[in-house]
T-cell receptor, first 112, second 112 residues
Framework: GENVEQHPSTLSVQEGDSAVIKCTYS??????FPWYKQELGKGPQLIID?????GEKKDQRIAVTLNKTAKHFSLHITETQPEDSAVYFC???????????FGTGTRLKVLA | KAGVTQTPRYLIKTRGQQVTLSCSPI?????VSWYQQTPGQGLQFLFE???????NKGNFPGRFSGRQFSNSRSEMNVSTLELGDSALYLC???????????FGQGTRLTVV
């Protein structure tokens, strides 16, 4: 069935360093890949997304890369700050659906 | 623009009871999806609705049901509650498929 694997489950970095989170999806029909950040007591919030016709997208300190052949996509956060500490989820979605398959989440800790 | 509103925020129910959760999407959004979030299973898709029609359903028992009204508001119902139903239930609304899903803050259900 549809599945999204996410690694690592926890990640600690020093403030100012970069953080990379990786996801692999199983459904080759997936064409939309959002990344969500979830802070304690809140619902997930979209931070960046990418569609299958694009290989890379950047928004200030955040970038996402997609390798459709390998069914991999990754989140890159540069110059990390303490407020980046949260749980990050990747997700995959297919055409014509509102259903997301989520990864299991990565707890990112940025140490000051 | 108001976000996705979920009510109530917290609920405590006894095993065997039933519960109804409510979700008001962002104005103009006709798609509503529901997810169950638990520490062990992560974010699991429950169902999605578009224009009052259920388009997709996740792998949950028939005790979990939902509906969408003509104003796009949605409710989900869980009957014969079990301890394992304790979770954060998240609702998301979106404008169209493969577009950003906006999440509410969730309803935290505790079954005792």
């Amino acid at each position: 069935g549809e599945n999204v694997e996410q690694h690592p489950s926890t990640l600690s970095v020093q403030e100012g360093d970069s953080a990379v989170i990786k996801c692999t999806y199983s459904d080759s029909a997936s064409n939309y890949f959002p990344w969500y950040k979830q802070e304690l007591g809140k619902g997930p919030q979209l931070i960046i997304d990418i569609r299958s016709n694009v290989g890379e997208k950047k928004d200030q300190r955040i970038a996402v890369t997609l390798n459709k052949t390998a069914k991999h996509f990754s989140l890159h956060i540069t110059e990390t700050q303490p407020e980046d500490s949260a749980v990050y989820f990747c997700a995959a979605s297919g055409p014509g659906t509102y259903k997301y398959i989520f990864g299991t989440g990565t707890r990112l800790k940025v140490l000051a | 623009k108001a976000g996705v509103t979920q009510t109530p925020r917290y609920l405590i129910k006894t095993r065997g009871q039933q519960v109804t959760l409510s979700c008001s999407p962002i104005s103009g959004h006709r798609s509503v999806s529901w997810y169950q979030q638990t520490p062990g299973q992560g974010l699991q898709f429950l169902f999605e609705y578009f224009s009052e029609t259920q388009r997709n359903k996740g792998n949950f028992p028939g005790r979990f049901s939902g509906r969408q009204f003509s104003n796009s508001r949605s409710e989900m119902n869980v009957s014969t509650l079990e301890l394992g139903d304790s979770a954060l239930y998240l609702c998301a609304s979106s404008l169209g498929s493969n577009t950003e899903a906006f999440f509410g803050q969730g309803t935290r259900l505790t079954v005792v």
